[in-house]
């Protein structure tokens, strides 16, 4: 998976089968009993005309559901599953650029341990 990131191009591996199923873990927990929130996997989101990025679940309001991107401003949480590849740019780079998209939710699930932490 490809993100863009001011320019430049930052390839993510491929989950692996273990991070999809906490993915898609998380994903169910997150729809159950909602009907007024989409909760979606592996979607583009624009963070700003030079970020791009790819997370791993993101919880929106409505969205057009035939446009290839989600706009930052429609997202109201955004979930990372953390793995030693990504570490770095999961609790850093991407933390900040969420925050700065205005996104007002983000959370980070630690892959071992399943400790999760929240930020907003």
Do not use: F
């Amino acid at each position: 998976m490809n993100e863009y990131w001011d320019g430049t191009v930052i390839t993510r591996p491929i989950p692996t089968p273990r991070h999809q199923m906490l993915v898609n873990a998380l994903a169910g927990a997150l729809r159950v009993g909602r009907t007024d929130l989409h909760v979606l996997t592996g979607v583009t989101v624009e963070l700003s005309p030079r970020r791009v990025v790819v997370p791993d679940l993101v919880v929106t309001g409505p969205i057009d559901l035939d446009q290839p991107t989600v706009q930052a401003a429609d997202v109201r949480l955004v979930v990372e599953v953390v793995t030693p590849a990504t570490a770095a740019v999961d609790t850093t780079l991407k933390m900040r650029g969420y925050a700065d998209a205005g996104i007002p939710w983000y959370l980070l699930v630690e892959q071992d341990s399943h400790a999760l932490h929240g930020h907003y």
